[in-house]
T-cell receptor, first 115, second 112 residues
Framework: DQQVKQNSPSLSVQEGRISILNCDYT??????FLWYKKYPAEGPTFLIS?????DKNEDGRFTVFLNKSAKHLSLHIVPSQPGDSAVYFC??????????????FGKGITLSVRP | KAGVTQTPRYLIKTRGQQVTLSCSPI?????VSWYQQTPGQGLQFLFE???????NKGNFPGRFSGRQFSNSRSEMNVSTLELGDSALYLC???????????FGPGTRLTVT
């Protein structure tokens, strides 16, 4: 049973436009969410996170929105740049205590930003 | 500050053999987690160690084991390798409490 779902395997956008990457989850115990970016032959790089007490978190060109009632979050990248082309993973955690220290990842979405 | 390092980067083993992978976390980070990445399953959590104790474990068979040393360095071991164990094994460290984790480049294991 996949608890974190990234239903679109790929997304292609024009440079300068907005990229919207979506993620859905089923486990209502998740209360912390993260986005990671991964280039080939490298480990995932942390991008941005959001706690369930918030509905929006912004960091430069990256904004994450959380809709708890819909169990849905999205990552907005504005403006998109060719260097943003990578695989993006959504991840979730149930609690910030050590007893719930594992991250559950979606399968990723490949973003391609066209020049 | 140096990032998470993993050794070796690439490894080829034969079915039935065992393998040990190593991870050095970011200095000061006490939590180390291990993940397996495969094309079909994505990133799956193996286990997490904190202060030399396994604190959380994923749904993997007992052939997968790990340990953490007093300097926070960690190793994972896979015994009796199967073809399906071919994957990218990622190590991640965090300061005290996850979930914000910092990943190493991974060890690419190929089982033939």
């Amino acid at each position: 049973d996949q608890q974190v779902k990234q239903n679109s395997p790929s997304l292609s956008v024009q440079e300068g436009r907005i990229s919207i990457l979506n993620c859905d989850y089923t486990n209502s115990m998740f209360d912390y969410f993260l986005w990671y970016k991964k280039y080939p032959a490298e480990g995932p790089t942390f991008l941005i996170s959001i706690s369930s007490i918030k509905d929006k978190n912004e960091d430069g060109r990256f904004t994450v929105f959380l809709n708890k009632s819909a169990k849905h979050l999205s990552l907005h990248i504005v403006p998109s740049q060719p260097g943003d082309s990578a695989v993006y993973f959504c991840a979730a955690s149930a609690g910030e205590t050590g007893a719930n220290s594992k991250l559950t990842f979606g399968k990723g979405i490949t973003l391609s930003v066209r020049p | 500050k140096a990032g998470v390092t993993q050794t070796p980067r690439y490894l080829i083993k034969t079915r039935g053999q065992q393998v040990t992978l190593s991870c050095s976390p970011i200095s000061g980070h006490r939590s180390v987690s291990w993940y397996q990445q495969t094309p079909g399953q994505g990133l799956q959590f193996l286990f997490e160690y904190f202060s030399e104790t396994q604190r959380n474990k994923g749904n993997f068979p007992g052939r997968f084991s790990g340990r953490q040393f007093s300097n926070s360095r960690s190793e994972m071991n896979v015994s009796t390798l199967e073809l399906g164990d071919s994957a990218l094994y990622l190590c991640a460290s965090s300061l005290v409490v996850p979930p914000q984790q910092y990943f190493g480049p991974g060890t690419r294991l190929t089982v033939t």
